[in-house]
Nanobody
Framework: QVQLQESGPGLVKPSQTLSLTCTVSSGSITAINYYYAWIRQAPGKDLEWMGTIGFAGHTYIGPSLKSRISISRDTAKNQYTLQLSSVTPEDTAVYYC??????????????????WGQGTQVTVAS
């Protein structure tokens, strides 16, 4: 069974950069046709796909966040990382990392991700 675990600060100040890491405990993040996403859910709102990094290292970013988001990976550690710059209180949410399982292409639909981390609460406040 695939296990994903998010890690990072629970509190970030406005204008700072949020950095979260997802550690994938089984399988390789370079395995062909696997895609790894960051998805968040703000209070009272639906799940929001933020971006995905694919098995070859290509990244796909949601248009509303494109200017502020970066997704990278460390294949030696089997981890991938989210960086979200210039955060505001509106970025307060539970952040999830998730994996698709094998599929022919990435998806921006949260229900296309089969395996999820438990989520980590991030609060943006001064």
């Amino acid at each position: 069974q695939v296990q994903l675990q998010e890690s990072g600060p629970g509190l970030v100040k406005p204008s700072q950069t949020l950095s979260l890491t997802c550690t994938v405990s089984s399988g390789s993040i370079t395995a062909i046709n696997y895609y790894y996403a960051w998805i968040r859910q703000a209070p009272g709102k639906d799940l929001e796909w933020m971006g995905t990094i694919g098995f070859a290292g290509h990244t796909y970013i949601g248009p509303s966040l494109k200017s502020r988001i970066s997704i990278s990976r460390d294949t030696a550690k089997n981890q991938y990382t989210l960086q979200l710059s210039s955060v505001t209180p509106e970025d307060t949410a539970v952040y999830y990392c998730a994996e698709t399982g094998p599929r022919p292409a990435y998806t921006l639909l949260p229900n296309g991700y089969q395996w999820w981390g438990q989520g980590t609460q991030v609060t943006v406040a001064s």
